[in-house]
């Protein structure tokens, strides 16, 4: 590893930051058919700070989450760099004092709310499990708790609703109850994988308002991990953009959405429809896939996709540097060849809708 | 054109949806409603919402399959409690010892004796009533004992995994390469004087191993499911993430497969019977039995071996059409 971005290059921030990640790896397999899903991944998040990590599916965002709550399988894959939760190496917790911390200090909420729920368990008690296992409180207790929480995240006869099971509740319904547990021992911080993806539109904007609120109120730190930068644009202070495993580019929010600097970010941005756009205008779609990939060690991962590429992008790996260039402080980037203008500002041109 | 909130205008709101009033609307009226309500929030037991199970029961009722195997069952069930006070004759009185010569074995048919009699005179029908309390303790017993040991080493082998789930599944991989039938005989047969509790724990350990991997397979496949991981998440401890996030939900494959063990139970009970390895004392009656003592009369009378084998044939159907309508009805799969 020679590209990997030492510490010095990381901007310091305002506030001791509550969560620490540095150089967060994970490998599946072993030998020859190793493979880095997440490759020397740092980031910060600070006390009340929302942190998303956006990239499209397979670019390691949900293996971040699960290796920073410890909850990869114990066989198959390697996890090395830190987690500094508090000051404290997550990762190097034994198992009986990581199961202590998570539901306490960390917790997670995640995609699809009906098969995160227990279908043979009536939702009170999944509520009070909870608050049994933390709290130490008894079943009297922890179902009156279990009630005021669900009114809390905005489920209407909360006493009635604790008695009934998963599959009687809707889709909004599921997912604010999960909040509800996931919130339960008001963590300290708390990582939504892409909370809202299996929710039909009305409802993925009452559940991103509710985590908003809930969040400003407890000053608990989110990590918002979506592919969906409509998220981003209503939740997050800063953006960490991953591709292939690693960050590509790190920009706060409004600066990230103001001057997009790398290529991939400015695909994501241009691929989103637009009530702006004429009738019967086709999306911009960042063009092939994820399998399209090079390995990191020859060049730029992107470069097969990317519409500025350059010669050197497919013989040397860039680094992810700051970025001085683009808008706004502590930026980061990881590209040869960035943008110099904001693709949504004209037109996409011929290289960019290629197929 | 990024805000998601800008997109809500424009979606139709589902009107049965309770969701669809903002999260911020509802805070004020809320806090009142609350006051009264947390009074009875601690009782969580009491009056429960659908479960699962009700919403199976509620396709059953309607499926001709179930309830042919449902009549069936209840007929059986009835005949086999009120046995004593149904049977027109004691089971035990030779009534018609006295026609019972070298020439003629086996009384014939007549009023008051519809069936006839058997070798010692006695009634075959009330032999036939009486035999269904026996078949049904057998087989009840036999799957419950095979059900529990196979519900402790699932649990055991699915629950803790690792070096437990391969002692525990080669343990059943032995028993399961050893033909059933043949296993019941062996175990049977090691003891001295047989009796209908050898019969029972014969049988019940051959269904051990059935139902142990049956309930490790659906095991596993919850320990990767997402509530698992979720209940994870939020630090629950093993011993509670095996028995109330994943056991209850692999034991429904357990206990369809227990309708049709009961099948396989009795068929199983009236082998070993049939081969001599039941109780010997033929005082009481019991339909493998009552087979196996009418073979010497097959070429001539053959109703007396027809009619104790019809009966395992039909309670064995019932069982195994209800287990099947039970287990299509419980497929998480055919559910909505």
New interface residues.
Partial sequence: MTDRPGTSTYPSGEGEPLLSVRDLTVTFGRGAKAFRAVDAVSFDVRPGQTVGLVGESGCGKSVTSLAI?R?LPSRGNAVTGSVHFDGEDLLTLSDTQM??????DV??I?Q?PL????????L??QV???LE??RGMN???A??R???LL?K??I????RR????P??L?G??RQ?A?IA??LACEPRLLIADEPTTAL???????I???LK?LVQESGTSLIMITH???????LCDEVNVLYGGRIVERARRHDL?ARPRHPYTGGLLAS?P???EGKGRRLTPVPGSVADNIPWEGGCAFAPRCSSEIEVCRERTPELVPDHEGLGPDRLLRCHNPLESNPLDDAPSDEEVRA | MTDPTAETGTSPVSPEDPDHRSAFARMGDRRKRRIDELAEAGSLSDERGVSLWQSAWRRLRRDPVFLIGAVIILLFLIVALIAPWLAPHDPRARDLIGQVTPATPIPDPQPGYPLGGDNAGRDLLSRLIVGARQTLIVGVLATLGGLFGGLVLGTLAGGIGGWVDNIVMRVVDVMLSIPSLLMAFSIAAIFARPSQWTVILAIAIVQVPVFARLLRGSMISQRHSDHVLAARSLGVRAPAIVFRHMLPNSVGPVIVQGTLVLAVSIIDAAALSFLGLGNPDDSVPEWGQMLGRAQVFFNTYPHVAVYPALCIIVVALGFTLMGESLREALDPKSRR
Wanted: charged share 25%.
């Fill in positions: 709550m909850l199961r202590d911390r998570r539901g306490r917790a997670m995640f699809d098969s995160s729920l227990n279908p043979v368990v009536p009170g008690v009070a499990e909870v296992r933390h079943r009297g207790d179902g009156r279990a009630a005021e009114d995240v905005g209407p006869d909360p006493t604790l008695k009934e099971y599959h009687q809707s909004g319904m604010r999960l547990m996931a039909d539109v009305t409802i993925q904007a009452q991103l308002a509710l609120e969906d930068l409509g998220v981003v644009a209503g959405f989103i637009r009530l702006t």
